[in-house]
């Protein structure tokens, strides 16, 4: 949990520490006191940071370098002023020898005195698109344990190499602003926060770190596969050096293009700040905002608002991506989007003249939202939209889902016995929005302010989460 700083404060902070780097030599070993401007600024305002470590040289590296600057700070610093570190690694099950690499790595954090969960991807595995569908299966398990010890900050140990291909990468495909930043030192996904305290470091430095302390490292083969595109521009690395696009050059841009998001965020959350009635946010889950005023405003701050509505009220699960957002709006003349629908989200008339309607997509079968048990004493997110939260006394466990028609249906009837009617919000977000249900029994709508008689169903919650235009990105290319 945060501790110390300041929400904002912790951003400042970051945003800062994007232009820190470690001095030195390439090929330098570092310890605790090398990496102390970059890592006071990143972990100082945690309580508790999970590091994910897979066996390989970066994050081995991380793991020893984050001990020996806690070992630092410990030495002029009281102990509850200094965050505390555990350590969790996946086995994707995708070689034979990987649980006993996972195995590996308890060792060393055993030895380094940390705690060590090893998390097993189960099931079956793609045959193709294995790189992409390893990196979520990654981030679920890791975000469920997070969320099951009661924590929500994780770092990985992305560094200035891996930063320099994913601009390449992006440049590829003709990314905007967001995309040409690169990776995020410090990125909100959803209830948790993912550090990247490693990005100003050359992989360089870290084998020389590990070298150095007599250390060893996993080597992973598919690192050596070409028909992964990070592998490719790997191999190409002497031709962009001689081309002047070294790794330091590239993070440099990464960095720059990254001030450069930041204003932007900032001139988008002032532009949603001002827009006064001209844009509303229902605790529903949905929006309503006047078209002429986002014509009004520029092409770049107009395409941030609709990002942000709809990795909001969409839910998140598809990305927002840039190309579709213009294939909606700009390359279509900026017509009204009424009748379109992108990552989630549905867009409609609004009630007014002038006026857009976006709503949560309900009913698609290829995705559906989302069922979940929710157990007494729970607090648990439910469709990246909404917390959800089971109070009940006595304790009862209840399944959270999606209202839909046979729970608008229950609680229309339910009015209609004491005289009451369903508050006058579009049907098409009503019927996303959370359910209590005991059974086949629907228990509360908390939104609709449905209970049924027990005592127990009125100690349920439900709450719109998602913060449309808090500074954070969204746009994925």
Not at 54 to 68: E, P, Q, R, T
Not at 270 to 284: K, M, N, V
Not at 413 to 421: I, L, N, S
Not at 447 to 475: C, D, G, I, M, V
Request: contains cysteine; proline residues 5%; hydrophobic residues 40%.
């Amino acid at each position: 949990m945060p501790h110390r700083a300041s929400k904002r404060a912790r951003n400042r902070s970051a945003s800062e520490s994007d232009a820190r780097e470690v001095s030195g030599a390439p090929g330098q070993p570092l310890d605790g006191r090398a990496v102390a401007p970059i890592f006071d600024s990143i972990f100082e305002p945690y309580r508790h940071v999970v590091l994910a470590v897979s066996g390989g040289v970066d994050s081995m590296a991380m793991m020893h370098l984050a001990m020996d600057w806690r070992a630092s700070r410990l030495a002029s610093s009281p102990a509850e002023t200094v965050p505390i570190f555990s350590i969790v690694t996946v086995d994707h099950g995708l070689r034979p020898e990987s649980a006993s690499e996972a195995e590996g790595v308890q060792r060393v954090a055993r030895r380094l005195g940390l705690a060590h969960t090893t998390l097993v991807w189960e099931g079956p595995k793609p045959a193709t698109g294995i790189q992409a569908a390893a990196r979520a299966a990654r981030y679920r398990l890791i975000f469920e344990h997070l969320e099951g010890q009661g924590v929500d900050v994780m770092a990985t140990a992305h560094t200035s190499d891996d930063q320099a291909e994913t601009l390449l990468m992006r440049l590829a495909r003709g990314s905007g602003v967001d995309g040409l930043s690169g990776i995020q030192r410090v990125k909100k996904i959803g209830r948790q926060t993912v550090l990247r305290p490693m990005l100003s470091l050359a992989k360089t430095d870290l084998v020389a770190t590990l070298q150095a302390k007599g250390e060893t490292w996993i080597e992973d083969p598919s690192n050596e596969k070409l028909e992964f595109e990070r592998v490719r521009l790997r191999h190409m690395r002497d031709s962009l050096e001689a081309a002047g696009l070294s790794n330091r050059t590239l993070a440099l841009s990464a960095r720059r293009l990254g001030r450069a998001r930041r204003a932007l965020d900032e001139m988008t959350a002032y532009c949603a700040e001002q827009a006064g009635d001209r844009i509303h946010i229902d605790d529903l889950g949905y929006a309503e905002f006047s078209w002429p005023w986002i014509l009004s405003l520029p092409e770049e701050i107009r395409l941030r608002i609709l990002t942000r509505l709809i990795a909001s009220i969409g839910g998140g699960e598809d990305p927002v991506t840039l190309s579709g957002l213009e294939a909606m709006t700009a390359c279509i003349g900026w017509k009204s989007p009424a009748g379109h629908s992108l990552a989630g989200a549905v867009f409609g008339d609004g009630k007014k003249p002038d006026t857009i309607l976006i709503v949560r997509e309900f009913g698609r079968r290829s995705q559906p939202l989302p069922t979940l048990d929710l157990k007494s004493g729970q607090r648990r997110e439910w469709d990246r939209r909404f917390i959800v939260v089971n109070a009940s006394q006595p304790a009862r466990d209840f399944r959270v889902c999606a209202l839909g028609a046979e729970g608008i249906a229950a609680v229309k009837a339910a009015c209609k016995k004491v005289g009451r009617t369903l508050p006058p919000h579009p049907l098409a977000a009503v019927y996303a929005i959370p359910s209590f249900w005991d059974g086949e029994r629907l228990a509360a709508v908390p939104l609709l302010n449905y209970f049924e008689s027990s005592s127990s169903s009125r100690q349920l919650e439900s709450t719109f989460s998602a913060k449309p235009f808090a500074r954070q990105e969204h746009f994925t290319g």
